[in-house]
């Protein structure tokens, strides 16, 4: 069968070829070779010394100067980090490196981009030279458009992997690295680093480590400054756009100190010798969410100590990154570690890096306060009926979502229900909180998930480097806190082509999904955050609601059948020019009836009229119990002793 296939393509290629006119002129592929040394793990002949000068805040320029040992003349390769830990994707911002130049010994060196590489760079070394210099800028965006916003008149995010080059052939691990930063004077600086010198002026030094751990180590500065302590181990540094967004009630200090007790009762170790919440206030700072060993980059916007009840979103990214210390830094998919950053990761366990930590961080969102029970709740609903509503799932199994950090690089997509993003995140949640409900439920309610968090991340307490691990692995940690065919549960959970979200441990464990016409607070606040009209579940899309601009469709819902298109706008509703009540009021009012909401929709310089076949009325997600607060779910939420 195999020869007989072979055959036929053999045939079809010499036919194809046949085909071609005679004077076809066929050319053949140059040749490639890569002239970058593979890393070796071996310590590197030498310290880096990196400087990072981050005080042109007016024209946001992070300035960089690096010295380079070298051992010997010829080919020396600089590389900028590409595949970025967090990110899971090869997404360093080489378009922002400028300036670029290279010395030894007051001799301007030149230097080439690899052809097959644009993020290394050969210099050849001449005879002699001990130590190259390179000094270059990183131009951070100055506006929106440009990327994350990094530095603004009051405040700085200071990643060191986006300020130095490293050199090629070495594990990251093995090389030396000793960096220092000067900031605006008057400025605070916060980071999982101790200062060797300087600290508490403008120019700070820190002791020599490793080029991994100096890349994990971002910093934060700025001139409006707290640290609160939250346990001997753990502070929040947080940096604000003013003074008044300081201000933390004792309160809600001691919230966050529960979320640090309740992690470390949930893991049973912990992987760092400290730990500095980067936290940042700000609506001029981009915002952020990024994990680290021994810190995380914590970015929300204004309100957050101030208006607390507002803030129920930005309430889950404390417990969400500080989870990672344990699961994704420490405990880290065998296939994604990499030696160095030119290295390709592999993503295909970040349903246990990204979606047991987003199961972790509500369920410590819930044990610590951080969220009320029912805020806990109403979250999972708004979860549950997003993920159950997405019909690219018979299409595409979750497995395959695990590669879209590399494929789509978090860029906007026109059909996100179809097409399907990184849904490992939150569908993996709902997968998560069903093993937990299996567990419980095997093993007579003598087991649960913290036991296998005990048995999988609580182990070598104190130890920050990184325990990777496999599927085998996972399984074999499942099996040993109770028998089970995990091995087929989680493999058709991860490869199953279906229209549900995979509710099981919802519904099982003592809740349904409900939907009334009356949204939670947990809903209201996404809408005012997002500043929209979430029609999700009452026609299939949103709206902002200042100027009807679409958000969001859902694929095959009746906005869907209807025409209308993320981006198009809604500029009219029953012969009335738009307004968000009024869209609330034109849906609320259809149901029952046979009548069509009658809009009229802009896309470019094309308006339409649209008619939404939609009669069921405004419906809002929400958990309503069944096993009147004792199911799994409960057991789940509730705080450790």
Not at 14 to 25: E, G, I, K, S
Not at 115 to 129: K, S
Not at 237 to 258: F, G, K, M
Not at 361 to 385: F, H, N, P
Request: glycine share 8%; charged share 20%; no cysteine.
């Amino acid at each position: 069968m195999r020869s007989a296939l072979l055959a036929l393509l053999l045939l079809a290629s010499t036919a194809a070829t046949a085909q071609l006119p005679a004077n076809f002129t066929r050319a053949t592929p140059a040749p490639r070779r890569d002239t970058i040394p593979p890393p070796r793990d071996m310590r590197y002949p030498g310290t880096i010394q990196l400087n990072v000068d981050a005080t042109d805040i007016a024209r946001r320029i992070f300035r960089v100067h690096e010295h380079i040992p070298v051992a010997r003349a010829g080919d020396l390769v600089l590389l900028y980090p590409k595949w970025l830990p967090g990110n899971h994707s090869p997404s360093g911002q080489i378009n922002k490196v400028a300036g670029l130049i290279v010395s030894t010994n007051g001799q301007r060196l030149n230097w080439v981009r690899d052809p097959l590489d644009v993020y290394a760079f050969h210099i050849a070394v001449p005879a002699g030279a001990g130590a190259v210099d390179v000094d270059f800028q990183y131009v951070s965006p100055t506006g929106d458009s440009q990327g994350r916003t990094v530095m603004t008149p009051d405040m700085a995010s200071i990643e060191w992997i986006a300020n130095s080059l490293y050199p090629a052939g070495y594990y990251v691990r093995g090389i030396p690295i000793q960096a220092s930063v000067k900031v605006p004077e008057g400025w605070q600086v916060a980071t999982a680093l101790r200062p060797e010198t300087g600290a508490g002026t403008s120019t700070i030094a820190y002791p020599v480590t490793s080029y991994d751990i100096l890349m994990d180590s971002p910093a934060i500065a700025g001139a409006h400054f707290r640290r609160i302590a939250l346990s001997p181990d753990v502070s929040l540094d947080v940096i604000a756009d003013n003074e008044a967004e300081l201000a933390a009630s004792d309160e809600l200090i001691a919230l966050h100190r529960n979320l640090v007790s309740q992690a470390v009762k949930t893991f049973g170790a912990q992987h760092y010798d400290h730990y500095d919440f980067l936290f940042t206030i700000s609506d001029q700072l981009g915002g952020i969410g990024l994990e680290h060993h021994r810190s995380s980059e914590d970015g929300v916007t204004p309100g957050y100590f101030t208006d607390w009840k507002s803030a129920q979103g930005d309430r889950n990214l404390l417990p969400h990154e500080y989870t990672h210390s344990w699961n994704g830094k420490y405990r880290r998919g065998k296939d994604l570690w990499t030696p160095d950053y030119r290295t390709p990761m592999e993503d295909s366990l970040l349903w246990v890096y990204e979606g047991q930590t987003q199961f972790w961080g509500y369920v410590l969102d819930a044990r610590s306060g951080m969220l009320s029970k029912q805020e806990t709740l109403d979250a999972l609903a708004a979860i549950a009926a997003s993920y159950d509503a997405t019909p690219g799932r018979t299409w595409r199994p979750l497995s395959d979502t695990t590669n879209d950090p590399i494929i789509a690089q978090r860029s906007p997509q026109s059909w996100r229900s179809w097409q399907r993003s990184e849904d490992y995140y939150n569908e993996g949640l709902l997968i998560w909180i069903d093993v937990d409900r299996i567990l419980r439920e095997q093993s007579g309610g003598r087991r649960s998930i913290d036991d296998f968090a005990h048995a999988f991340f609580g182990v070598n307490d104190r130890d920050y480097g990184e325990l990777t691990y496999t599927f085998d692995d996972v399984v074999a940690t499942l099996n040993r806190v109770q028998p089970y065919d995990w091995r087929g549960y989680l493999t058709r959970r991860l490869n199953a082509y279906t229209e549900r979200a995979p509710l099981e441990g919802i519904e099982g464990g003592g809740y349904r999904l409900a939907y009334t016409d009356t949204p939670t607070d947990w809903f209201k606040a996404g809408e005012k955050k997002r500043k929209s009209v979430d029609l999700s579940y009452s026609g299939g899309f949103s709206v902002a609601s200042r100027d009807g601009k679409v958000t969001g469709v859902i694929w095959d819902s009746p906005a869907f059948n209807a025409g209308i298109t993320l981006g198009s706008q809604i500029v009219g509703i029953n012969g009335r020019t738009f307004d968000a009540d009024r869209l609330k009021a034109a849906v609320k009012a259809a149901k029952g009836t046979r009548e069509p909401i009658h809009l009229l929709v802009q896309a470019g310089d094309s308006i339409r009229p649209v008619d939404l076949d939609w009669h069921g009325g405004l419906r809002y997600p929400r958990l309503e119990q069944t096993a009147g607060g004792k199911g799994t779910l409960d057991a789940l939420l509730a705080p450790l002793p």
